[in-house]
């Protein structure tokens, strides 16, 4: 073998190895999701039945009782948190992609990557600076409020994103046959981006369904099933954390029973809104 | 016309609402961790006795925790996240297999923090704890080191996605030169593909650490609650973060209140610059 062929022979070994190498890491990575879901499963499963789903929690220390008053705390806490972010997502998003080449939207850009890098748990105690606080009590709109702050940004990227893609022709088609500016927008631009905001707001959503640092000291918790936005409210992920570190043995068990319903709830509505994308992208 | 003014008034108030609403964030954690400020100024960020019973209050524990967590995290996700993004962008030439993997991928960084510290609490740390005991560790399980276990579980699909976004940003052509002069595809990747994406490469990484730097129920579970200087990695700390998580509720003075609202406070800050740092870079990258 000359000296060539020898070089030749080592880069392709060396290009072999590299390959194997990425390939195997690539897949230790997804490793974790499948020893996720496995692990809870197996815990979860034999304590997850429809009574959990529809009874309220038993004292402590007492076995059974389910988690009826966090599932329903939770759609309450994320359905309000969404009335208050989706318009004014909206309405940002629209700015956005209207005023594209003024100076104030790039300033407002980057508040809004600034908005989306605010840890968490950050923004839980502005929700408690700004309502529990005025307020001397913890309450469900506390939550729903620091939630909607960590949606906002979600909606108003992707209804930024969608508005970008709307083809110039058909805004300026509009405005030439003398349709008024706030017509255009409301029955040509957002309409047409329809699917693509409504995946945003999927998508949103099952981020903050299963945020629970925000609701430590906003939302709070509570053993009895509450229907008062002023007053605390249990929500799914909040009964995880406070079950998964007491000292009682029941109260683990129920933590994996109800992360399997987060995980559920959580990862359909994120798959529903990755389907969505994918129609509205091709 | 009227309507289209009010419309456009509008428009542009919802801009200024995201000025007042930062504006609003930050003032309110600067007023509300006042006493804190007061009372220990500067020193706050140099002082290791956290004592609420005293009233003591310094942040040097949580910052190092909240250090050391992150970096080895980052340390861990580098190989990973890189790996991904090449093997996806790069190597993978079945759509169907690679868009799979994609989705597989970002479904991990879907799951609640809350469920994957509940995973890290009661099946992972048992096992970390099983292999301490073997090389003659003190066995706790929870510390510094599984909670950087965790955090890098959790933000390996970040990095991932915007390392392979800034990956197929590099043209084609340049690729397909190089493969016809003879190069073999590592060659490619390491001579062409990743210093010409290295900055974006870079932000992407800035960003991800961003993330576990403020990422909390996760890091709360398993890192072990201890307010001191972790001994070793090994050890049990605690991160601003988890510190805030662990304390709000029972803080019952005014200054400890308050002393937990400036690490807030602290948190805000390096994270803001953390992330406009990393998106600046990215975006002059993209652009």
């Known amino acids: ?94 700015f956005l992609s209207e005023y594209k080449e003024t100076k104030f939207s790039e300033v407002v850009k980057i508040l809004i990557d600034t908005l989306q890098g605010i840890p968490s748990i950050v923004i839980g105690i502005i929700g408690y600076i700004w309502i529990v606080k005025p307020l001397k009590h913890f309450s469900a709109i506390s939550g729903s409020i620091a939630l909607a702050i960590m949606m906002l940004p979600i909606i108003i990227k992707s209804t930024e994103e969608i508005l970008n893609m709307v083809p110039q022709e058909i805004k300026e088609g509009a405005i030439a046959l003398g349709a008024p500016y706030y017509r255009v927008v409301l029955k040509i631009l957002l309409p047409y981006g329809f699917v693509g905001i409504f995946t945003g707001i999927l998508l949103g959503i099952s981020r903050i369904m299963g945020e629970t640092a925000p609701l430590l000291f906003t939302a709070f918790g509570n053993q009895f099933l509450n229907l008062n936005i002023f007053k605390p409210m249990s929500t799914i992920p909040y009964v995880i954390f406070v079950y998964a570190t007491s000292p009682y043995k029941e109260w683990h068990n129920q933590a994996f029973a109800a992360s399997i319903i987060l995980i559920i709830i959580v990862l359909s509505i994120n798959l529903i809104g990755r389907a969505l994308e994918k129609k509205w992208k091709m | ?144 080191f599984t909670a950087s276990l965790i955090l890098s579980i959790m933000i390996i699909p970040y990095s991932a996605s915007i390392g392979k976004e800034v990956l197929s940003l590099v043209p084609i052509e340049v690729k397909e030169g190089a493969i016809s002069l003879g190069a073999t595809e590592f060659e490619v990747i390491k001579g062409i593909l990743i210093p010409t994406s290295f900055k974006g490469i870079f932000g992407g990484f800035l960003l991800s650490f961003g993330r576990a730097f403020g990422e909390t129920m996760a ?33 019952t003075s005014i200054l400890h209140l308050s002393s937990l609202i400036e690490i807030g406070l602290i948190l805000f800050i390096i994270s803001v610059l953390i992330n406009i740092l990393g998106r600046v870079i990215i975006r002059k990258v993209t652009f």
């Open chain 2, 219 to 251: 890091v709360t579970m398993v890192i072990g609650n201890a307010n001191r200087i972790p001994k070793s990695i090994f050890s049990p700390g605690q991160t601003m973060a988890s510190l805030i998580a662990n304390e709000f509720t029972e803080a």
């Open chain 2, 1 to 144: 016309m009227k309507v289209d003014r009010v419309f456009k008034i509008i428009l542009i108030s919802g801009g200024f609402l995201m000025v007042i609403l930062l504006s609003a964030i930050f003032l309110s954690l600067v007023f509300s961790s006042i006493s804190s400020l007061k009372e220990y100024g500067i020193r706050f960020l140099f002082t290791k006795e956290w004592d609420p019973v005293n009233l003591k209050f310094g942040a040097v524990p949580f910052i190092i925790g909240t250090l050391l967590t992150s970096f080895i995290s980052l340390l861990i996700t580098i190989p990973f996240s890189l790996s991904i993004s090449i093997y996806l962008s790069e190597l993978l030439k079945n759509r169907t297999i690679s868009k799979l993997l994609q989705t597989l991928i970002e479904l991990i960084a879907g799951i609640p923090s809350v469920i994957v510290g509940l995973w890290g609490l009661f099946i992972l740390a048992p096992i970390i704890r099983n292999i301490q005991a073997k090389l003659g560790i003190q066995p706790i399980g929870v510390g510094i």
């Open chain 1, 1 to 94: 073998m000359n000296k060539l062929d020898y070089i030749n022979k080592k880069r392709v070994i060396k290009d072999k190895i590299f390959k194997k190498f990425v390939t195997i890491l690539t897949f230790i990575s997804i490793i974790p999701l499948f020893l996720i879901i496995y692990f809870v499963s197996i815990r979860g499963f034999r304590y997850l039945s429809l009574r959990f789903i529809t009874s309220l929690p038993k004292p402590m220390g007492e076995a059974g009782g389910g988690i009826f008053n966090a599932i329903i705390g939770s759609f309450i806490i994320v359905g309000i948190a969404a009335l208050i972010s989706i318009p004014i997502g909206i309405i940002v998003g629209v």
